[in-house]
Structures are given as structure tokens and as C-alpha cells.
């Protein structure tokens, strides 16, 4: 079966299943999701826990035989397997096997650090595992969905907080939802009791977002000015080259410019993205891609590709060991990249 993370809680009050697959990329929620298995299989007589990493010298028949072995000290096992990488068929195999005849008093939670995409949940050595147990995915918070967690979150912990510091402190989350769960436990213990506004956020926390080129494609492409200008000056703050900002959304200007001329003729996006535009079809990415282009038409994009083009050639001196006039000319490309993505974000648009 499919569980949702906020189903959890409910399904854990009822008899467990034999094993569990958690996955996701986003660490806090899955450890929390695990840790309440642990919980739960621990009130219901798990008192052992025997815990196996997957590298490339694992061996599964380890897998196996602690399956096959009988406690010494307890009468039921928690066996966690956790993997940071697409398992191979020594794994899958195992994993099957398990499946089909779970051991009994042992229950099983297979960790996995990524996303199981499509391609995985339809295999049949994992459609196996889910019709023997249940799987959950965690998924990042979506920025829009950031102050909702934040003040979940701090409910749970007790906190008062005013609408203006929930928004500030989810905006200095985003993308690192541990230092934001951090942050509210901290503003709980220092301020228990009282509401807490925008000065407290700031006096006890630090900006803890944490932004990559991706991020910036979103949020100029769905045309959110404030995020695109947050998340530009972020990455040049946090060190990371321009060219490496610059590459990821050269790319997707161009697979916007290649869509553009269909649309205009009146082809229907679906039918507009080739082979090549695969990427987009995920539902988030395509809801930028459609923004953009609303904002854009077809003609524009020649202009905007042009611009792109003199920032990268601005950008080749950023090798990390810059002279003065170098700096120079790197800071300029900076401003003219934030000014690139303000223009794609829906400000002071381009004509023609």
C-alpha cells in the first residue's frame, strides 16, 4: 500500500504491516517518519534493532541470513536497511524474497535517501514490496507551502508566533527544513509563553535557506520577483560560481525559446515539447514553463538568449583567484544576471 506521510500517525495505531519503504530526498521528514515506525515497532515488542548500510561491497546474503537467524535476546527484530543509491539486482532480488516470505517477529524498513521515480515504483520487485507493506515518499516543501509547515510546526512545539515572523522564518528556511525545525524549538525555549514577532526571529536565528540554480529557474519562470532576487544574491553570497548559476538556466531559456515558436503557431504544449524537453513535463516544472511563456512570446527569446550570451562571456574570469578589474567585471555580470531574471520573472520586460 501508499501511505502519505500525514496518514502515518492513524496507520501506526493499528497492527504494522512486515516492512516499510520510506524514501525521499528531504532528510527531516523522512527520519521523522522513521523514527516513528521505530516507535510504534517498539511498543509493540521490537525490542532489537540490527541496522545494515548498502555501499557497493554489501552483500546481501547478510540480508538473508539475518532473516534466517533467530534472536538470542528478544522475540521480535527491527531490521533497518538503508541505501543511497538505486539498489542492483543482488538487492532487488533480496529484497523480493523478503517479500514473499517475510520472516516472522522481524519487521523490515528499507531507508532510501532519494526519490523512487516512476520507472522504480512500477518494477515488479517493488510493486511486491508495497503489496506486502506500505511505502511512503516524503517530498520538499514547495515555498508556497512553507508558512503552513512553519506554523504546524511551531504549534506542535508550543510557540506563538505572529503572522509577519511565521512568514520571515519560513522564508529563511526554505530548502533546509531541519535548521527551520531547529529555529522553532530554539524561539520555544527562549520565548515560551510570549508571542513572537519579527525582531525575535531575527535576533535568535540565522538565515538558514538553502538555494541551487534549479531553485532560480522556478522562481524567475513562475515570475516571483521578490524569491528570484533572494535567491541570486544567496548563491553569489554562498561562493558558487556564476557559470555554475548561469549553465542551468541558459538551458532552460533555450528550451523555452525552442517551444516558443509552436505555441505562437497554436500548437498545444504537449505536442510542442519534443524529445528533447522531457524534463518539463513534470507537473511543477511544466507550470513554470507555461508561465514563462505566457509572459514571453516567441520573438523575445532571441533578445533574452543574446543577454545570457554577454553574461557568460563576462562570467569566463570567474576562476576564483580574481584581480581587481576582474572582481569588477564579475560583479557586473552578477547585477546583469539578477536583471536577467527579473526581466524572465515579469519585471520591466523586454519589447518586441
Not at 74 to 91: C, M, N, Q, Y
Not at 114 to 123: E, N, T
Request: charged share 30%; net charge positive; proline share 5%.
Amino acid at each position: 500500500m501508499k501511505l502519505r506521510p500525514d496518514q502515518l500517525h492513524e496507520h501506526l495505531a493499528r497492527p504494522l504491516l512486515p516492512l516499510y519503504v520510506v524514501s525521499g530526498e528531504e532528510p527531516l521528514q523522512r527520519e521523522e517518519c522513521v523514527d516513528a515506525i521505530r516507535t510504534a515497532a517498539r511498543g509493540a515488542g521490537f525490542e532489537e534493532r540490527e541496522v545494515f548500510h548498502v555501499d557497493r561491497r554489501f552483500q546481501w546474503n547478510e540480508l538473508t541470513a539475518s532473516a534466517d537467524t533467530l534472536s538470542l535476546f528478544a522475540t521480535r527484530r527491527i531490521v533497518e536497511v538503508r541505501a543511497v543509491a538505486k539498489l542492483d539486482d543482488a538487492g532487488r532480488k533480496a529484497l523480493a524474497g523478503w517479500s514473499e516470505r517475510p520472516p516472522q517477529d522481524v519487521l523490515l524498513m528499507l531507508i532510501l535517501s532519494f526519490r523512487v521515480d516512476g520507472q522504480m515504483a512500477r518494477a515488479k520487485w517493488f510493486s511486491a514490496l508495497e503489496s506486502t507493506g506500505a511505502h511512503l515518499q516524503v517530498w520538499p516543501v514547495a515555498p508556497a507551502e512553507m508558512p503552513r509547515w512553519v506554523a504546524q510546526r511551531a504549534r506542535r512545539a508550543g510557540l506563538d508566533l505572529d503572522a509577519d515572523a511565521a512568514a520571515m522564518l519560513a522564508e529563511r528556511a526554505e530548502g533546509n527544513l531541519l535548521a527551520g525545525s531547529q529555529d522553532v524549538e530554539k524561539l520555544a525555549l527562549l520565548y515560551r509563553g510570549e508571542t513572537v514577532g519579527v525582531e525575535q526571529v531575527l535576533a535568535a536565528t540565522a538565515d538558514s535557506a538553502r538555494y541551487d540554480a534549479f531553485d532560480l529557474v522556478d522562481a524567475c519562470f513562475r515570475g516571483d520577483a521578490p524569491r528570484t532576487v533572494r535567491i541570486v544574491r544567496a548563491l553569489r553570497e554562498e561562493g558558487m560560481r556564476l557559470q555554475e548559476v548561469l549553465g542551468p538556466l541558459a538551458w532552460a531559456m533555450r528550451s523555452a525559446a525552442d517551444i516558443a515558436p509552436a505555441l505562437a503557431r497554436g500548437t498545444p504544449l504537449d505536442r510542442a515539447m519534443g524529445p528533447r524537453h522531457g524534463a518539463w513535463r513534470a507537473r511543477e516544472r511544466r507550470e513554470a514553463l507555461e508561465a514563462v511563456l505566457a509572459r514571453h512570446p516567441a520573438p523575445r527569446w532571441g533578445t533574452l538568449l543574446r543577454r545570457a550570451g554577454l553574461i557568460d562571456r563576462r562570467s569566463k574570469g570567474d576562476s576564483g583567484r580574481l584581480n581587481w578589474r576582474l572582481r569588477g567585471e564579475l560583479l557586473q555580470a552578477w547585477g546583469e544576471l539578477e536583471t536577467l531574471t527579473l526581466v524572465l520573472a515579469g519585471v520591466n520586460p523586454l519589447r518586441g
